[in-house]
């Protein structure tokens, strides 16, 4: 069946490294590809997504693009900060109709 | 701003309480689901909706059910709580059919002792 792989944490960095964070998938189909973040204390949302092969998703410095060949989803950003620090989630859609399929989730701690 | 609402962030509860959780959103989606987030496991689906009356289990159903008895409102029922419910339980929404985004609550994190 259809499931995502990411990276284990946690992650730790100082402010303005280089950050990424690996996910892979097998699916059938082509389905949409999430990244979603969750600050302490709070729900998940949505970072990026992507919803067909080769298109890059990027928000707030964050980037990942839909590597069909590879079946990869890797999240970067460039130059991290101290508010970056969370959990990140990459996720796949199902095109069966039921609930996106989630990675286990990696922690990022970044610090000055 | 859409939003999808839960109705406590902490819960405390004692052991063979039965529990209610609420979400309520006001997106008009069909799809409605509650998951449970424990360290080292991501998210787990307990059960969803995908209309009103209508739910599905999900991966760790048992111990859980659940009403949806207008379509904006998903509740989570723990029939007799025990210790190892105690987590972190988010509500998330979505348009029919799954391959769009969800959108999720705050997140309650219950306690049973």
């Known amino acids: 069946g259809n499931s995502v792989t990411q990276m284990e944490g946690p992650v730790t960095l100082s402010e303005e490294a280089f950050l990424t964070i690996n996910c892979t998938y097998t699916a059938t189909g082509y389905p949409s590809l999430f990244w979603y973040v969750q600050y302490p204390g709070e729900g998940l949302q949505l970072l990026l997504k992507a919803t067909k092969a080769d298109d890059k998703g990027s928000n707030k410095g964050f980037e990942a693009t839909y590597r069909k060949e590879t079946t990869s989803f890797h999240l970067e950003k460039g130059s991290v900060q101290v508010s970056d620090s969370a959990v990140y989630f990459c996720a796949l859609g199902n095109q069966a109709g039921t609930a996106l399929i989630f990675g286990k989730g990696t922690t990022l701690s970044v610090s000055s | 701003d859409v939003k999808v609402t839960q109705s406590s962030r902490y819960l405390v509860k004692r052991t063979g309480e039965k529990v209610f959780l609420e979400c309520v959103q006001d997106?008009?989606?069909?799809?409605m689901f509650w998951y449970r987030q424990d360290p080292g496991l991501g998210l787990r689906l307990i059960y969803f909706?995908?209309?009103?009356?209508?739910?599905e289990k999900g991966d760790i159903p048992e111990g859980y059910s659940v009403s949806r008895e207008k379509k904006e409102r998903f509740s989570l029922i723990l029939e007799s709580a025990s210790t190892n419910q105690t987590s972190m339980y988010l509500c998330?929404?979505?348009?029919?059919?799954?391959?769009?985004?969800?959108?999720f609550g705050q997140g309650t994190r219950l306690t049973v002792v």
């Open positions: 998330a929404s979505t348009l029919a059919g799954a391959d769009t985004e969800a959108f």
């Open positions: 997106m008009d989606h069909e799809n």
């Open positions: 909706s995908y209309d009103v009356k209508m739910k």
